[in-house]
């Protein structure tokens, strides 16, 4: 099943662009040029990954992120931004952006074709993650496959609930 990504930006030719070489590559791809069209686009469908502008007009890519997650708690995300300094460090920036945040990974535009498909593969790859403990077991819970009774019990029946997820 391909990997659904949604990408938000609000200019029509980075959104054109990142489609077509995004569906090239084998993804299900959704698009938006606002934040509110993007929240809608995630109450009525499931994406694995977000790539988000950094700065958009009434809602900015942190803000979206923070309410996204609210809705997707497992999504993976990617911000780009072509306003802020190339000077930054695109790591030290994600690593700050991801404490602050839980983004997964931060971008500097233009970007190319390739370590965008490099990052992309890295992020929907990567097994579920202590980020994701919370969302799985709110998962079990609704499933009624994990008690959460006991800190013990819960840990027990949380380890048995992901190996039956991999």
């Not at 391909?2 to 698009?31: A, M």
Request: glycine letters at 6%.
């Amino acid at each position: 099943m391909p990997h659904r990504i949604l990408v938000v930006d609000d200019d029509p030719d980075v959104l054109g662009s990142f489609q077509r070489r995004l569906e090239l590559l084998g993804y299900v791809v959704g698009t938006a040029a606002t934040g509110t069209d993007a929240l809608k686009l995630c109450e009525e469908n499931s994406f694995d990954l977000v790539i988000l502008d950094f700065i958009m007009p009434n809602m900015n890519g942190i803000e979206l992120l923070v309410r996204v997650r609210k809705l997707q708690p497992h999504i993976r995300s990617i911000i780009i931004s072509g306003q802020l300094k190339a000077e930054v460090d695109e790591k030290q920036l994600g690593k700050e952006l991801g404490e602050w945040v839980e983004a997964d990974s931060y971008l500097h535009k233009p970007v190319s074709p390739q370590r965008l498909a490099e990052e992309i593969e890295a992020l929907v790859s990567r097994t579920t993650g202590e980020k994701d403990w919370q969302a799985l077991a709110k998962d079990a819970v609704k499933a009624r496959t994990v008690k959460l009774s006991t800190a013990k019990t819960a840990t027990k029946n949380l380890g048995a609930y992901k190996k039956s997820k991999t």
